[in-house]
Nanobody
Framework: QVQLVESGGGLVQAGGSLRLSCAAS????????MAWFRQAPGKEREFVAG????????SYADSVKGRFTISRDTAKNTVYLQMNSLKPEDTAVYYC?????????????????WGQGTQVTVSS
């Protein structure tokens, strides 16, 4: 069993930056694909970014390309999401997810473990 705990959310002005962290426990996730999803009020949960088990392959939603960067620290069993140039439309609860197969997918059904989420609010 894997537990995922997100942190780093908060309130920021448009144009600002935040770095989210997702700490995994229970077992090493070095062979897992990791991803970030987000869910805004009244909307479905959507894929934001993902990183394959190797750390060399990443994928991003078009809406965040060039602004967000996903990375992982295998030694710390932690995944990060660096968010720059934030916009009000980035406001959502951000969730970390892990896939035991090690391959990034953009659908929620492709992930086996989820964190509880962290709120990101971007003011205009």
């Amino acid at each position: 069993q894997v537990q995922l705990v997100e942190s780093g959310g908060g309130l920021v002005q448009a144009g600002g930056s935040l770095r989210l962290s997702c700490a995994a426990s229970g077992r090493a996730v070095s062979n897992y694909a990791m991803a970030w999803f987000r869910q805004a009020p009244g909307k479905e949960r959507e894929f934001v970014a993902g990183i394959a088990w190797s750390g060399y392959s990443t994928s991003y939603a078009d809406s965040v390309k060039g602004r967000f960067t996903i990375s992982r620290d295998t030694a710390k069993n932690t995944v990060y999401l660096q968010m720059n140039s934030l916009k009000p439309e980035d406001t959502a609860v951000y969730y970390c997810a892990a896939d035991v197969l090690g391959v990034v997918t953009t659908t929620t059904g492709g992930y086996d473990y989820w964190g509880q989420g962290t709120q990101v609010t971007v003011s205009s």
